[in-house]
């Protein structure tokens, strides 16, 4: 099955700064990549996807890029705020529509 | 739209007994269903897929015996906890997919915690 590592576990940055989490996946036939936003004791929330066919999305402060040969993808987040504190997940998914996820990243952001 | 609900959202239960996990989609028409457990500060695990009308299918290492799937509509899946035991104690979650090939996005319900003592 389908790999997805994740690092870095732990990024703390000042409030304004941006923060980069980056994603491997091991199967090349995966197609589609999205980015989960986790508080604690909640649900996940799709903050942004990207699709094996395109190279980069942006959406406002959040960003993915994608490099399909290298097999790895990436989050971009700029002018970070404290609301932007929580657990990130990256994850990668097949033609059988499942999701393997990363490890997770705890984002904080110091005021 | 595209809403998930789960019932209940936390349960406590003594070991041994069974407890029942509900997942819906509220407005709109879930081809497959997945289910997926969380340990405390990890990340999510797919423990299943569920398709409406067919048995689901277990990932490895999931005992399908132990955790019974039935996904009777395309609104309705359920998770069934056999025979709970404290180790089965964690944070259990439904997604849904609406149904066509280009069609990747899963929501996700909000998720029910599961205690065994």
């Known amino acids: 099955g389908e790999n997805v590592e994740q690092h870095p576990s732990t990024l703390s940055v000042q409030e304004g700064d941006s923060a980069v989490i980056k994603c491997t996946y091991s199967?090349?036939?995966?197609?589609?990549f999205p980015w989960y936003k986790q508080e604690l004791g909640k649900r996940p929330q799709l903050i942004i996807d990207?699709?094996?066919?395109?190279g980069e999305k942006k959406d406002q402060r959040i960003a993915v890029t994608l490099n399909k040969t290298a097999k790895h993808f990436s989050l971009h987040i700029t002018e970070t705020q404290p609301e932007d504190s929580a657990v990130y997940f990256c994850a990668a998914s097949m033609r059988d529509y499942k999701l393997s996820f990363g490890a997770g990243t705890t984002v904080t952001v110091r005021a | 739209g595209a809403v998930v609900s789960q019932h209940p959202s936390w349960v406590i239960c003594k070991s041994g007994t069974s407890v029942k996990i509900e997942c819906r989609s509220l407005d709109f028409q879930a081809t497959t269903m997945f289910w997926y457990r969380q340990f405390p500060k990890q990340s999510l695990m797919l423990m299943a897929t569920?398709?409406?009308?067919?048995?689901?299918?277990?990932e490895q290492g999931v005992e399908k015996d132990k955790f019974l799937i039935n996904h009777a509509s395309l609104t309705l899946s359920t998770l069934t906890v056999t025979s709970a035991h404290p180790e089965d104690s964690s944070f259990y979650i439904c997604?849904?997919?609406?149904?066509?090939?280009?069609?990747?996005?899963?929501?996700f319900g909000p998720g029910t915690r599961l205690t065994v003592t």
């Open positions: 199967d090349s036939a995966s197609n589609y």
């Open positions: 997604s849904a997919r609406v149904g066509g090939s280009a069609s990747y996005e899963q929501y």
């Open positions: 569920s398709n409406e009308g067919s048995k689901a299918t277990y």
């Open positions: 990207i699709r094996s066919n395109v």
